[in-house]
Nanobody, 116 residues
Framework: QVELVESGGGLVQPGGSLRLSCLASGSVGSITAMGWFRQAPGNGRELVAFIILGSRTTYADSVKGRFTISRDSAKNTVYLQMNSLKPEDTAVYYC??????????WGQGTQVTVSS
């Protein structure tokens, strides 16, 4: 199985930046997509961004122009660069990976708090 470990979360002031990382280890063959969801208290899990086939990216409208997802295939790592952060970006951010003929795998989550 694939194991995912996220890092890079923390407390940041509005307008600041953070970079999340998600390292995939274990059976990492046949990865078709990696991405990020987030979940704020009292809300459902929301798709933030994903990247497929190494380069095609999709973003939620709420983060377009502020967040950038990228992937280093050699390191089996996906990144989420978050700029111009807003208080409403506060959430637990979860990384996921999709592989051929396998169920989606999730990371444990990393907390992002945007507050002055």
């Amino acid at each position: 199985q694939v194991e995912l470990v996220e890092s890079g979360g923390g407390l940041v002031q509005p307008g600041g930046s953070l970079r999340l990382s998600c390292l995939a280890s274990g059976s990492v063959g046949s990865i078709t997509a990696m991405g990020w969801f987030r979940q704020a208290p009292g809300n459902g899990r929301e798709l933030v961004a994903f990247i497929i086939l190494g380069s095609r990216t999709t973003y939620a409208d709420s983060v377009k122009g502020r967040f950038t997802i990228s992937r280093d295939s050699a390191k089996n790592t996906v990144y989420l660069q978050m700029n111009s952060l807003k208080p409403e970006d506060t959430a637990v951010y979860y990384c996921y990976v999709d592989q051929l003929l396998r169920p989606r795998r999730w990371g444990q989550g990393t907390q992002v708090t945007v507050s002055s």
